[in-house]
T-cell receptor
């Protein structure tokens, strides 16, 4: 099966610009997660979709971040306007079952975002 | 407030010897504990897991130990191989929740 794919792999933008990250989960996976890792720190939860519904967005840093999952397939994460502290690697992950003992998270390779 | 701590940022081990990676967590109510492995420029991949009702789970060269009283998780790799060189993240989860909480990672280098 095809894995989780993320696009772009790298993005360098200036402060104040807008960036949109895309994630295509494994086909049939209802659960889609966004995580972020700032250099050297933990992988931090941003939000969780079940199909097209936001189940938990408690990790979203502020209202400059907007995630969508239209039709319950791919997801986008938009940062507008970007700030320097938004730099990091953004990971998308999917799973077929919310209970990890049935299905652990499958991660994409991430998008490395650099805001200058 | 970090839920999971990996206090060793790096570890070097000779090929063939045992690698022991450690993880401490804060909440005794976590139900499920996992280890992920990450190569450069790739996403983390699932390695091994254990539920809170067990204290050991083994899969080939990898064994995870859970000490609930100490709120401590460890991963043993025996024997270590150069291909095991990667960053290892521990993660925890509540069964009723949907978040996974990850540590900061430990970079393992296995020296040939």
């Amino acid at each position: 099966e095809a894995g989780v794919t993320q696009f772009p792999s790298h993005s360098v933008i200036e402060k104040g610009q807008t960036v949109t990250l895309r994630c295509d989960p494994i086909s049939g996976h209802d659960n889609l997660y966004w995580y972020r890792r700032v250099m050297g720190k933990e992988i931090k939860f941003l939000l969780h979709f079940v199909k097209e519904s936001k189940q938990d967005e408690s990790g979203m840093p502020n209202n400059r971040f907007l995630a969508e999952r239209t039709g319950g397939t791919y997801s986008t994460l938009k940062v507008q306007p970007a700030e320097l502290e938004d730099s990091g690697v953004y990971f998308c992950a999917s799973s077929s079952d919310i209970r990890s003992y049935n299905s652990p998270l499958h991660f994409g390779n991430g998008t490395r975002l650099t805001v200058t | 407030d970090q839920q999971v701590k990996q206090n060793s940022p790096s570890l070097s081990v000779q090929e063939g010897r045992i690698s022991i990676l450690n993880c401490d967590y804060t909440n005794s109510m976590f139900d499920y504990f996992l280890w992920y492995k990450k190569y450069p420029a790739e996403g983390p991949t699932f390695l091994i897991s254990i539920s809170s009702i067990k204290d050991k789970n083994e899969d080939g060269r990898f064994t995870v130990f859970l000490n609930k009283s100490a709120k401590h998780l460890s991963l043993h790799i025996v024997p270590s191989q150069p291909g095991d060189s990667a960053v290892y993240f521990c993660a925890v989860q509540f069964l009723t929740g949907n978040q996974f909480y990850f540590g900061t990672g430990t970079s393992l280098t296995v020296i040939p």
